[in-house]
Structures are given as structure tokens and as C-alpha cells.
């Protein structure tokens, strides 16, 4: 089964606008963390957001915010005023468990969606 | 603030040749991970290293090994070149218990196999 599902393989916004892009998890363990990377076409992998299960808030970063919604297990991010250098791929991942004794567990990612922010 | 280095950037190979793809962790970052992402593709974890000691395998195939080396930078080696092995090999590094959950990749190295 899919682990983490963006159900948007390419989107649209203009310029300005704000833009939420989808992302559903499956996960039994009761401790994990949620990322979004953005990857340009240059290829590096740009680390945006994280919300931990546990969070109460939903995280914000400047212009990004997750909107973490936990008994549905999604958390879908949103980007406000879109600017063109926005267009990139972006990935949503997971990784399940919390090791306080060491940085263990790798990320699990979705197949991302590419935004396209038109002027 | 430092980043993540890898090197080389680009690699052009030739069918079962062997490469060594370099990886230079954020200062105090103990915890490497190696990620491949073929074309068109999501990455998909390969290996990772905590202090020095395997911690984690993905998918990393028998013709792959790594290492993490005293000063905390990882070396992937990759024998046997196949065309399949064309791809961007991403290593991220990670600062270790209580900040685990941000990983910060480096830009890649882009091998190609001809």
C-alpha cells in the first residue's frame, strides 16, 4: 500500500494566488513526521515544512503552511501569494517512528506534484 | 550556513565500470542517509548511517555498498555499472536525537551510465 499519496500529479495557480497541494498518509505507528520538499528543475531538494504527529499547531513557514488534519491523515500544504519561482516539483514524505536516541528512519515519499505558477 | 556537499555533481559512466559518489555531512550532523531518484521518479532510500554504523537499508542493490568514514562523511560505492543505475543519488544529513526529523540534502550527484 502507498504510504503517502499526492493525488496531484501537475497543478496550475496564478501569480499572487494561494494554492494547496494534497497530501494523504497511511501509518499505524503513533509517532512519525510529516515533510514537504520542493525540487526545481535544477534537481537539488529544498526542505520547506515539518509537522510532527504529536503538533497541536499546524506549522507555518513564512509563506508555507501544512494544514495537518490528523483523523484524516492528510496533510496538504499551502503556499499564499504564489510567486513564479514557485514552479518546481514538490514532494511530501513521511517518516514513521521517533528515536530519541539517534536520527533513525528515512523518508517515504509521495510522487509529487508539479506546480506551475503562471503570470 | 553549511550545507550538505557532494561530490562529484556529475558523473558519466560507462556499463560495468564502478563509481564513488562522495557525501559531506552539515557540520554535527551524525546521521547520514543516501537517497536514488531515476527519472521522473520520487527518491527512493538506499542506505543510512548513525554514527558511524549501518542503521538503516532500503533498497540499495548487493552491487551498492557504503560506509560512514571517523570524520562522519559517507563514500557510496557502486560496482557493475547498469544503464538502470542512471539517476540522481542524493545524501542527506541529519543533526541527531531531540532535532532527528530534519533531514538537509545535498544537491545530488547526477550519474549517468552509457
Known amino acids: 500500500a502507498q504510504k503517502i499519496t499526492q493525488t496531484q500529479p501537475g497543478m496550475f495557480v496564478q501569480e499572487k494566488e494561494a494554492v494547496t497541494l494534497d497530501c494523504t498518509y497511511d501509518?499505524?505507528?503513533?509517532?512519525?513526521?510529516l515533510f514537504w520538499y520542493k525540487q526545481p528543475s535544477s534537481g537539488e531538494m529544498i526542505f520547506l515544512i515539518y509537522?510532527?504527529?504529536?503538533?497541536?499547531q499546524n506549522a507555518t513557514e513564512g509563506r508555507y503552511s501544512l494544514n495537518f488534519q490528523k483523523a484524516r491523515k492528510s496533510a496538504n500544504l499551502v503556499i499564499s501569494a504564489s510567486q513564479l519561482g514557485d514552479s518546481a516539483m514538490y514532494f511530501c514524505a513521511m517518516r514513521e517512528g521517533y528515536d530519541y536516541g539517534g536520527s533513525q528512519g528515512n523518508l517515504i515519499f509521495g510522487k509529487g506534484t508539479k506546480l506551475s505558477v503562471k503570470p | 550556513a553549511a550545507g550538505v556537499i557532494q561530490s562529484p555533481r556529475h558523473l558519466i559512466k560507462e556499463k560495468r565500470e564502478t563509481a564513488t559518489l562522495k557525501c559531506y555531512p552539515i557540520?554535527?550532523?551524525?546521521?547520514v542517509y543516501w537517497y536514488q531518484q531515476g527519472p521522473g521518479q520520487d527518491p527512493q532510500f538506499l542506505i543510512s548511517?548513525?554514527?558511524?554504523?549501518?542503521?538503516d537499508k532500503g533498497s540499495i542493490p548487493d552491487r551498492f555498498s557504503a560506509q560512514q568514514f571517523s570524520d562522519y562523511h559517507s563514500e557510496l560505492n557502486m560496482s557493475s555499472l547498469e544503464l538502470g543505475d542512471s539517476a540522481l543519488y542524493f545524501c542527506a544529513s541529519s543533526p541527531g536525537a531531540g532535532r532527528g526529523y530534519e533531514q538537509y540534502f545535498g544537491p545530488g550527484t547526477r550519474l549517468t551510465v552509457t
Open positions: 509537522q510532527g504527529s504529536y503538533d497541536q
Open positions: 501509518t499505524s505507528d503513533p509517532s512519525y513526521g
Open positions: 557540520p554535527r550532523h551524525d546521521t
Open positions: 548511517f548513525y554514527e558511524k554504523m549501518q542503521s
